[in-house]
């Protein structure tokens, strides 16, 4: 049987929802190794939308989550509350503001962050199993809350937010773009992608890493 990953999506877009990049890049790298993917946004009003021109908010606008994210994922996308963790192997949350914005609110708390509980419960269930979890840019800032202190990521090098994993718990590993982190006690695996790649081909290099040592640890 074809190994299964979950993608977790938070909207559509680098400022206001997941990294445009770093998303497509893990399905294509999925795909290449012949993995099986879904994915799955929140059914929620996003915190706010972003003009990706002027980085500016775009007052009055509102956008859902989950439809914003059915643009990354072709239209093929399921409610996160449908996730159930026994019918993937592993999961994976790329980056962008969104996963600071939408599934949590770190970018407004910083270490008094919270994650929606739809995130939490989806999670639980890889955890709890030991089934592998990947998270890339901003997102490893939420592993304390989703999967407890003492737990091994990166998110490059940037002391704000390395500071704040550690005020929560976790364990911040210095790591250059194109390379991992991996707590093979936890099973979770990270790189920095567009916290620090300038180029495609350097956030490319990360992340196709990352989604060959899943690969390797679904086994």
């Given at each position: 049987m074809t190994k299964q990953v979950a993608v977790i999506l938070a909207g559509c877009g680098v400022f206001d929802g997941s990294e445009i990049y770093e998303t497509t890049l893990t399905l294509l790298r999925l795909d290449q190794l012949g993995i099986g993917y879904r994915c799955f946004a929140p059914d929620m009003e996003q915190r706010h939308v972003i003009n990706h021109m002027t980085q500016e908010v775009a007052e009055g606008q509102r956008r859902n989550v989950l439809e914003e994210s059915a643009r990354l994922a072709r239209g093929d996308i399921s409610p996160l509350g449908e996730l159930d963790a026994d019918d993937f192997d592993a999961v994976i949350v790329p980056g962008?503001?969104?996963?600071?914005?939408?599934?949590?609110?770190?970018?407004?708390?910083?270490?008094?962050?919270?994650?929606?509980?739809?995130?939490?419960?989806?999670?639980?269930?890889?955890?709890?199993?030991?089934?592998?979890?990947?998270?890339?840019?901003?997102?490893?800032?939420?592993?304390?809350?989703?999967?407890?202190?003492?737990?091994?990521?990166?998110?490059?090098?940037?002391?704000?937010?390395?500071?704040?994993?550690?005020?929560?718990?976790?364990?911040?590993?210095?790591?250059?773009?194109?390379?991992?982190v991996v707590d093979y006690e936890n099973r979770v695996v990270s790189t920095p992608a567009y916290m620090l790649a300038t180029r495609i081909s350097e956030a490319a290099t990360g992340i196709f890493k990352l989604v060959d040592r899943i690969d390797e640890m679904m086994g």
């Open positions: 962008g503001f969104g996963v600071a914005k939408n599934l949590s609110d770190f970018a407004t708390a910083g270490d008094g962050m919270a994650v929606i509980e739809p995130l939490k419960e989806a999670l639980a269930g890889f955890r709890d199993d030991a089934k592998p979890i990947g998270l890339m840019c901003i997102s490893p800032v939420m592993a304390p809350r989703l999967l407890g202190e003492g737990i091994a990521v990166t998110v490059g090098h940037d002391p704000g937010v390395s500071g704040a994993i550690s005020a929560m718990g976790g364990l911040h590993r210095s790591c250059a773009v194109e390379d991992i």
